[in-house]
């Protein structure tokens, strides 16, 4: 049966968040649910219990919660009825979510007034998860409607994935195990199946004999803050390539789906993962490239390097930016290169995708002084949402034709008059409603690992090390020459005037 993504109801719940004083908690998910609270849409008798070692008592977490309330959702409305009303949702346990302590105080919680749904999100490093979900079992907290929410990375490779997925999957069956990528939440990637699916005029387009190459970028700039220990033992492959850049791959070359059915969209992205073609020792020098940021500026700030960072080693080889030209093998997308970047302490924040169409066969246009630029779609994802489409048009006025590429612009700021939803809001509905849609299939993170275990070996083999890149710029030079030698060019909007 189809997904109903319109379907309003809400089932009561019991939403448990491990590590809920924790920074995941604090600055995205309480905001989230008070956000979905405030616009009517949790059933009066749910509850929000916190769960970490943290010493709190309920009314400690309750004045906790509202001050980050405060700092963490831009100047909105905390105080007053929707404030009052989810005061009194919010409730806590302090507990060691691995050991004994704290279980009984939890089972005891839940089952005072136990709810239609009960949500177990693990806001926790990924090694607790197998810890935490044999937890849930032998204390009596599951019930029918029982699910787990498990936040990225899952492991740090193949092997580690496989063991947290088994770990976890003895507990939860597959269908109720929700791996979230907030990424799969934002309102343009939503937008992404509608333009490609619901329009007649891009899906016969949206293949090699159309489309030169694909970028998909997704740039920081910030650094680490507070999370080097994390991050140093992390990178960026394993922090956003395997999962956010990924997804977004799949979502631009998955074939159409049969429905929106979960397992239907999940079915066609898992073929592009399998498609992907690996990249070995041989080919890692060309199609990869590895940077690490030194001291910069951004927006006329110094900032020091990634080596000067707190929690980092002074010899660490950890990169912080990624380039890589990957390739999907199948019929659709043969000879159509896709570009991917990310990384920290970059000139902006942005994450976008841009699809670059073939240049017409045969340009009709010389001597008006323009050069021959192929239309573009742009789907910026962060911030600015919009998509727009890049084509060459007349410039007005008699005297000869002077031709100007000019911009068709989609800014859903603009059309929808509204302010958008974090991807969490979303997600976290999702999960009550047990739609997994937006969230990634046991395959689907087993198959990016592999892809992604490849480069980590070719690496490791070559002796590969990040080059250096000062902060506030695009990354290395090496990443402009992987793209140059292909006689194309990143799309970066400051320069491209449009």
Request: some cysteine; hydrophobic content about 40%.
């Amino acid at each position: 049966m189809a997904t109903n993504f319109n379907n309003p109801y809400i089932a009561p719940f019991d939403y448990v968040v491990f590590g809920g004083s924790g920074d995941l908690a604090t600055r995205k998910l309480l905001p989230s649910l008070f956000r979905r609270d405030r616009d009517g849409q949790i059933p009066p008798p749910s509850r929000i219990i916190g769960a970490s070692r943290g010493e709190f008592s309920r009314s400690d977490y309750q004045s906790f919660v509202e001050k980050n309330l405060h700092e963490f959702l831009d100047g909105e409305d905390v105080d007053g009825q929707t404030w009052t009303r989810f005061r009194e949702r919010l409730h806590f346990v302090t507990m060691d979510a691995a050991a004994e302590a704290g279980w009984p105080d939890l089972v005891a919680l839940l089952d005072e007034s136990p709810r239609e749904v009960r949500v177990f999100y693990l806001a926790t490093a990924p090694h607790l998860f197998g810890p935490i979900a044999r937890r849930i079992a032998a204390s009596g907290a599951l019930c029918p409607e029982a699910r787990v929410v498990l936040e990225k990375p899952i492991g740090h490779d193949l092997a580690s994935a496989r063991q947290i997925n088994d770990e976890v999957g003895a507990v939860f069956p597959e269908h109720r195990i929700f791996r979230i990528d907030h990424y799969l939440g934002k309102e343009t990637v939503q937008n992404l199946l509608v333009l490609r699916f619901a329009n007649a005029l891009f899906e016969p387009l949206w293949q090699s004999q159309h489309i030169d190459h694909v970028q998909i970028t997704v740039a920081e700039s910030l650094g680490i803050e507070s999370r080097g220990g994390y991050y140093d033992r992390t990178g960026a492959l394993r922090d956003m390539v395997q999962n956010h850049l990924l997804q977004l791959l799949c979502l631009v070359a998955m074939e159409p789906p049969a429905s929106l059915d979960r397992e239907a969209v999940r079915d066609e992205k898992i073929k592009v993962l399998h498609a992907l073609a690996p990249i070995m020792a041989a080919d890692v020098g060309h199609k990869t490239v590895r940077g690490q940021y030194r001291a910069g500026a951004i927006a006329g700030a110094p900032v020091r390097g990634y080596l000067e960072e707190a929690d980092i080693a002074s010899a660490s080889t950890t990169e912080t930016f990624a380039a890589i030209k990957a390739e999907i093998s199948n019929w659709r997308w043969a000879g159509v290169p896709f570009y991917l970047r990310t990384g920290k302490r970059m000139q902006q924040k942005v994450s976008e995708i841009v699809i670059q169409f073939r240049p017409v066969p045969h340009w009709v246009f010389p001597g008006n002084g323009t050069e021959q630029t192929p239309d573009r779609l742009i789907i910026r994802v962060q911030p600015d949402e919009h998509i727009r489409l890049n084509l060459w048009t007349k410039e007005p006025g008699p005297g000869g034709l002077r031709l100007r590429m000019a911009a068709l612009n989609l800014s859903f700021a603009e059309t929808f008059k509204s302010k958008f939803p974090d991807a969490y809001e979303r997600l976290l509905m999702d999960v009550v409603r047990g739609n997994a849609t937006l969230f990634m299939r046991r395959d689907e993170v087993e198959a990016a690992w592999s892809w992604i275990d490849q480069i980590l070996s070719a690496w490791d083999e070559t002796g590969d090390r990040p080059r250096p890149y000062t902060a506030g710029t695009w990354g290395p030079s090496a990443a402009i020459a992987l793209i140059e030698r292909d006689n194309r060019t990143w799309f970066e909007e400051q320069t491209d005037g449009l």
